[in-house]
């Protein structure tokens, strides 16, 4: 995704992104101010990506959570990206896989072979 100015622009972004993916059942707005938002992409009834940006603070996180943990996500805070590996989720991966900074389509993609590994699509 491009710069944004504001959460209704990125959240904008976010919902025809998600309109592109099959797997994704329902796009809920959870909270939304003039520089953040977050947002939740259903996927069924125990999982769910959870996306939150500060735009002002270059502050982004994408988490797939299933049965309320977190499996996998990438965060980026002030332009350096970090990952949580699947599997190990609670680590922070600045290699230079995990350092590599993911638009969302990218995100989703990854989230897609998760889901499918673990038999979830």
């Not at 797997?23 to 939150?52: G, M, N, P, W």
Request: glycine share 4%; with cysteine; hydrophobic share 45%.
């Amino acid at each position: 995704m491009s710069y944004h100015v504001t959460a209704a622009d990125f959240e904008r972004d976010v919902r025809e992104v998600a309109a592109q993916w099959a797997f994704i059942q329902s796009l809920v707005t959870v909270d939304r101010a003039d520089y953040a938002v977050k947002l939740r992409l259903h996927v069924d009834a125990e999982c769910f990506i959870q996306i939150y940006a500060n735009v002002q603070k270059e502050l982004f996180s994408f988490t797939l959570v299933l049965n309320r943990a977190r499996i996998y996500g990438r965060d980026c805070e002030g332009g350096i990206w970090h990952r949580h590996p699947h599997h190990t989720p609670d680590i922070h991966d600045f290699s230079a896989e995990g350092n590599q900074a993911v638009t969302l389509s990218h995100f989703l993609a990854e989230v897609q072979q998760i889901l499918q590994a673990e038999g979830i699509l």
